[in-house]
Nanobody, 115 residues
């Protein structure tokens, strides 16, 4: 069973940066596909960025060029570097790992961007 813990959320002004981290327990980390999702109040959860076990990345159009997802298979961590933050990026950000029948989620970390 995989357990995920997010960190790095907080309050930042528009135009600022934050770096989120997701630490995973258990084995087999390098085989997982991983992603960051977010959910703003009143909205559905949406995929922000995704990275496969091979390192292929893709991003939601709304964050392309501003966010960068990465992973460290030695430290069992995944990160999301968020630059040029906008008030509409305000949300709870969740870490997700999946592969075959595995689909695990963290509890989320709140990002608030003030205008």
């Amino acid at each position: 069973q995989v357990q995920l813990v997010e960190s790095g959320g907080g309050l930042v002004q528009a135009g600022g940066s934050l770096r989120l981290s997701c630490a995973a327990s258990g084995s087999g980390f390098s085989m997982y596909h991983m992603g960051w999702h977010r959910q703003a109040p009143g909205n559905e959860r949406e995929l922000v960025a995704h990275i496969t076990s091979a390192g292929t990345t893709n991003y939601a159009d709304s964050v392309k060029g501003r966010f960068t997802i990465s992973r460290d298979n030695v430290k069992n961590t995944m990160s999301l570097q968020m630059n040029s933050l906008k008030p509409e990026d305000t949300a709870v950000y969740y870490c997700n790992v999946h592969r075959f029948a595995l689909d695990a989620w963290g509890r989320g970390t709140l990002v608030t961007v003030s205008s």
